[in-house]
């Protein structure tokens, strides 16, 4: 055996326990990110988007964003007071072409979209003033405030 | 050229005021709430906005086409009788629904206390300029009454002109609440201004009058410290 095929052989016995022994908290949490935007870009953003398509312009209502994004700052769930767990999150705007989405990040609207999701139903609650309703009154529901949602225990 | 720039307003507030209609037909659907409400919410008492706010679209609707269909000349030497009992039909809608449903409208206003002062000034000058007319009117001043029928139609034209500024500044990344602002207050400072300017025989004449009044009663109570006698 050469010099090089007995270094690669040791490099292959460290990579591959390295990587089948990786720690899974790590990647649970990564995957369970990536579903709860996915939760909410199938539950929140795609009715509204589909939704703001279908508007007129000459209404004094805000025109629709260029472009939104998810921020989800804390991925730890927080129990509200009925003992649900759910997770917070924000969606910001983007607003005129002139600017590139990827780089200007200070040119985002912070907090357009505040709400909470609750992961093991799957339900969107958004905040409007002071108080939270289900996500679909953004696209004109006739839904009622929810209480004792989206608040920590 | 000035028949051809006449008919281009007129045209472009006309094609305005189908738009807005059209587009507030969505106020009236009852399964669902509009996205102008929705923005608003929560509201303390959301049905009593809901029917100021389906009173001022419903208002609007007649003022706006019927108060440029007042202010043809040629409809007006034609049909005299018409331009009277469309005209009060027009004033009692403009001074008994549409602005007083406005007023109530505006205290839930986008720009906080800048855009609530925004529509009340400008619910302010139809008020006032509608009052005016009918005085004029009545009065068969009628180049005055011309000229603030012309007030009336340029501030409910701001309806118009204010979309107008938020489709166009919609391309640019400014702060929305801002560009709602601008989208306000440059129409209804700026209507007001240009029909002063280029209607009215004595621009700003209210406001010369009270330079006056004040002028000489300076002068009268500098003339009796002087001269007592």
């Known amino acids: 055996m050469t010099k090089q095929s007995i270094i690669l052989v040791l490099f292959m016995s460290l990579w591959i326990p390295l990587k089948t022994i990786h720690p899974l908290h790590a990647q649970t949490s990564n995957n369970n990110l990536s579903s709860i935007e996915s939760i909410l870009e199938k539950k929140l953003l795609d009715p509204l988007r589909k939704k703001e398509s279908e508007r007129s312009k000459f209404s004094r209502a805000l025109l629709p964003p260029t472009g939104r994004k998810i921020r989800i700052e804390n991925n730890t769930p927080q129990t509200d007071p009925q003992g649900h767990s759910f997770i917070s999150f924000s969606i910001d705007e983007n607003r005129g072409y002139a600017v ?23 339900e969107v609650m958004v905040k409007r003033g002071n108080v939270f309703y289900p996500a679909s009154i953004l696209w004109g529901a006739q839904v009622t405030t929810a209480s004792l949602v989206c608040q920590s225990h | 050229m000035k028949k051809i720039s006449q008919m281009l307003l007129y045209c472009f507030f006309a094609l305005g005021s189908i738009l807005i209609t059209l587009s507030s037909w969505v106020y009236f659907d009852f399964n669902e709430r509009a996205p102008f409400l929705i923005e608003k919410l929560p509201l303390s008492f959301e049905s009593l906005y809901i029917f100021a706010l389906r009173i001022h679209v419903l208002a609007a ?60 000034l400008s619910g302010g000058i139809v008020v006032w300029a509608m009052l005016r007319a009918i005085h004029e009117a009545r009065a068969k001043r009628y180049a005055r009454h011309r000229v603030f029928t012309f007030h009336v139609l340029g501030q409910l034209g701001v309806a118009v ?33 240009f029909i002063e300017f280029f209607f009215s025989p004595t621009p700003f ?25």
């Open chain 2, 61 to 120: 609707a007649l003022s706006l086409p019927g108060c440029l269909l007042l202010t043809s000349k040629s409809l007006l030497k034609r049909y005299p009788r018409f331009h009277r009992h469309f005209g009060r039909m027009v004033g009692f809608c403009i001074l008994i629904a549409l602005a007083p449903s406005g007023f109530y409208l505006a205290l839930f206003a986008r720009g906080g206390f800048a855009g609530t002062f925004g529509f009340w």
């Open chain 1, 100 to 122: 590139n989405p990827q780089k200007s990040d200070h040119q985002w609207l912070k907090n357009a979209i505040v709400g909470c999701m609750y992961p093991a139903s799957g």
């Open chain 2, 205 to 229: 004449q209210f406001l010369h009058r009270r330079i006056y009044d004040q002028t000489i009663n300076h002068s009268s109570s500098f003339h009796e410290l002087v001269d007592p006698s």
């Open chain 2, 161 to 193: 002109l204010s979309r107008a500024i938020l489709v166009a500044f919609d391309s640019y990344p400014l702060n929305p609440d801002l560009i709602y602002l601008i989208s306000l207050w440059i129409p209804v400072v700026g209507t007001f201004i």
